[in-house]
């Protein structure tokens, strides 16, 4: 008996398209309904969280409560679920969380609050510094977010967060310390305006917020500016480093001038930094337009004006020729 070898494989490969075709609906299909849930559903949830920032100066063992206001900016009710993380921060700034920093222990606020649509939620939090709690600078960042934190072993929780960073000084052996370890030191500016970019590191244990001001004087002392030192009021945080910048201009300036930075920290700014910063103002656009204006008033002008006064005499000579 021949068995049509060929006919058997058609057969087969017929069946693997058709069920091809099969798999390939049925995903298309899932997708589709899943879009259409998409759309059915607004899931454009927005939350406001405040204040931005606390600030409490404690004693190891004492207990800190404040609240903590939310906000349900969507259109419809829906559950707000509290978020607490630690964070620090790179150069810039930038803040970066810590999901198992150690004070995250000391926080106690409720799991999750019913929030209706645009109504503002006061929500209390406990704060229990420990007896033995390190001396220094501690941070939180504690909020509310759409979706219920994330569990050990359980993926990850998809939600908008919004966080209040809330800054803790234990008091103890609090060090402030803080030192300049860059600076621009240019020499000579051609055109305004003037920038100085000085890195502030902070030595000490507990953040800072360095304050104060530059005072730009001539080389007669005459006091010429006055700049504001971290306008934007940054913290440094232990052990970080953040470049504060100053600009200064003005209509002219020739000649060396002295910048003295007074810089304050810590606890209620009482501990400063002084330096004097020396540079020289050469505005060569400037003297570029005085030095081509004498050159016309002293050398072009007088030229000008006395061959215009030979044209006249020169002019009068000839009606007179003629009359």
């Known amino acids: 008996m021949i068995i049509d070898t060929k006919k058997h494989e058609n057969r087969y490969e017929a069946r693997n398209n058709v069920n091809y075709f099969f798999r390939v609906f049925s995903c298309g299909l899932k997708i589709l309904v899943l879009f259409s849930v998409l759309l059915t559903f607004n899931f454009s949830y927005a939350v406001t969280v405040a204040p931005a920032k606390i600030e409490f100066n404690v004693n190891p063992g004492e207990e800190i409560k404040f609240s903590i206001y939310t906000r349900n900016d969507s259109e419809v009710a829906t559950y707000l679920y ?35 649509p645009g109504e503002m939620i006061e929500v209390p939090v406990t704060i229990s510094v420990p007896q033995d709690a390190p001396p220094g600078g501690h941070f939180l960042a504690i909020g509310f977010g759409t979706a219920p934190a994330k569990q050990k072993g359980s993926g990850i929780a998809i939600g908008v967060n919004v966080l209040s960073l809330v800054y803790i000084n234990v008091s103890g052996n609090r060090i402030d310390k803080i030192s300049v370890s860059e600076f621009n030191d240019k020499k000579v500016y051609f055109s305004f305006p003037v920038k100085f970019a000085y890195k502030i590191k902070n030595e000490g244990n507990t953040y800072v917020r360095p304050t104060g001001d530059i005072e730009i004087s ?78 016309f008033v002293f050398f072009i002008l007088p030229r000008l004006v006395r061959k215009y006064n030979e044209y006249i005499i020169r002019k009068a000579m000839q009606t007179k020729k003629q009359s």
Not at 219 to 225: D, P, Q, T
Not at 233 to 256: D, S
């Open 82 to 116: 509290s978020v607490v993380k630690g964070f620090t921060e790179d150069e810039a700034g930038t803040k970066i969380w810590v999901e198992d920093a150690p004070e995250i222990e000391w926080v106690k606020i409720p799991e999750k609050v019913s929030a209706p």
């Open 218 to 295: 001539n080389i007669f002392g005459r006091l010429v500016a006055n700049l504001k030192v971290n306008e934007r009021e940054l913290q440094i945080l232990p052990g970080k480093e953040k470049v504060l910048e100053n600009e200064w201009k003005t209509n002219f300036a020739f000649g060396p001038y002295k910048a003295k930075f007074n810089i304050y920290y810590g606890l209620n700014q009482s501990q400063n930094l002084v330096f004097n910063y020396w540079f020289f103002m050469f505005p060569i656009k400037a003297i570029i337009i005085a030095f081509a204006l004498i050159i």
